[in-house]
């Protein structure tokens, strides 16, 4: 995430750059068009890797839900445990992600 915010910031203030500046000034600081096309390389790169971060993280949440329930069906501890906890609404909602991932 750390180096997804550093792209981003990168690529605004090589937006920052070329706009709201006046023709003699961007006529004098020309920003190449390889800085355009590594930006955007690494914007690209970084969707990815969160793309793939956000699908491992609500793989793990649906799993952790569907072992949640397979041990609250063997024990009435954790049932007695997740209803004090106010943790059926939740859980009910991680079921649901599961059943539709």
């Known amino acids: 995430m750390d180096d997804t915010e550093?792209?981003?910031s990168k690529a605004l203030a090589l937006v920052d750059k070329c706009r709201n500046r006046s023709f003699v000034h961007r006529l004098f600081s020309i920003t190449p068009t390889a800085a355009f096309a590594k930006i955007s390389t690494h914007i690209d790169n970084?969707?990815?890797?969160?793309?793939?971060l956000l699908r491992v993280y609500t793989l793990a949440r649906s799993g952790a839900a569907v072992a949640l329930v397979s041990l609250a069906q063997d024990n009435q501890h954790f049932i007695k445990l997740i209803i004090e906890e106010d943790g059926v609404v939740p859980l009910l909602c991680l079921l649901k992600e599961a059943g539709q991932g």
Not at 46 to 52: G, H
């Open 46 to 52: 970084n969707i990815s890797d969160v793309s793939w």
């Open 6 to 8: 550093q792209v981003l």
